[in-house]
């Protein structure tokens, strides 16, 4: 079945380290997304790309770096310089008209 | 900007009850809007869409939304709800010229029995 595959399913990250979550998707969809999602306060943009080896910074980009080598994989990596990185990362891509399949999350903590 | 605001942050209603969650936009022109639900844990699942055309849009599991321009809102309705639909519902926006949605803050809908 074609969709978006997201790992690990739970992360932890040690103060100073940095973590990469990865993002898989079978849908040969162009556009990607990264969200984060705090309680309370819905689902932030942190990058999108909509083109292999092109990619957009978010509302909440600081901290944060990607990658979009390949069509299929768009990788996040949460860098020592994210302050408060606990908290349920969702990557999504475009599957028509800015109307996005999710996949089903990492939620990373810092131990 | 775009932004999306949903007034309630939790509704409790009954099963077999109707369920209606408010959601009111902000954008400068003509808005594609969208609902999607979110178990706890997972991902998000796009439930309905507006772009144009009819102003009363249905959608997956039973699910229907209007989009009243002079309001600004497009609300989520469901003549009868059922205790799986017990879930967090968000209403975006999306920036056609960026490319990009926005997302409100969620609805937390709880089912009695």
């Known amino acids: 079945d074609g969709g978006i595959t997201q790992s690990p399913k739970y992360l932890f990250r040690k103060e100073g380290q940095n973590v990469t979550l990865s993002c898989e998707q079978n849908?040969?969809?162009?556009?990607m997304y990264w969200y984060r999602q705090d309680p309370g306060q819905g689902l932030r943009l942190i990058y999108y790309?909509?083109?292999?080896?092109?990619?957009q910074k978010g509302d909440i980009a600081e901290g944060y770096s990607v990658s979009r080598e390949k069509k299929e994989s768009f990788p996040l990596t949460v860098t020592s310089a994210q302050k408060n990185p606990t908290a349920f990362y969702l990557c999504?891509?475009?599957?028509?008209?800015?109307?996005?399949?999710f996949g089903s999350g990492t939620r990373l903590t810092v131990v | 900007a775009q932004s999306v605001t949903q007034p309630d942050i939790h509704i409790t209603v009954s099963e077999g009850a109707s369920l209606e969650l408010r959601c009111n936009y902000s954008?400068?022109?003509?808005?594609?809007l969208f609902w999607y639900v979110q178990s706890p844990g997972q991902g998000l699942q796009l439930l309905l869409k507006?772009?144009?055309?009819?102003?009363l849009v249905q959608g997956i599991k039973g699910f229907e939304a209007e989009f009243k321009r002079s309001q600004s809102s497009f609300n989520l309705r469901k003549p009868s709800v059922h205790w799986s639909d017990a879930a967090e519902y968000f209403c975006?926006?999306?920036?056609?010229?960026?490319?990009?949605?926005?997302f409100g803050d969620g609805t937390t809908l709880t089912v009695k029995p």
């Open positions: 999504a891509s475009e599957t028509e008209p800015y109307g996005y399949t």
């Open positions: 849908l040969n969809h162009d556009a």
């Open positions: 790309s909509q083109i292999v080896n092109d990619f």
């Open positions: 954008y400068g022109a003509t808005p594609y």
């Open positions: 507006y772009f144009s055309g009819d102003t």
């Open positions: 975006a926006v999306a920036n056609t010229n960026a490319g990009k949605s926005t």
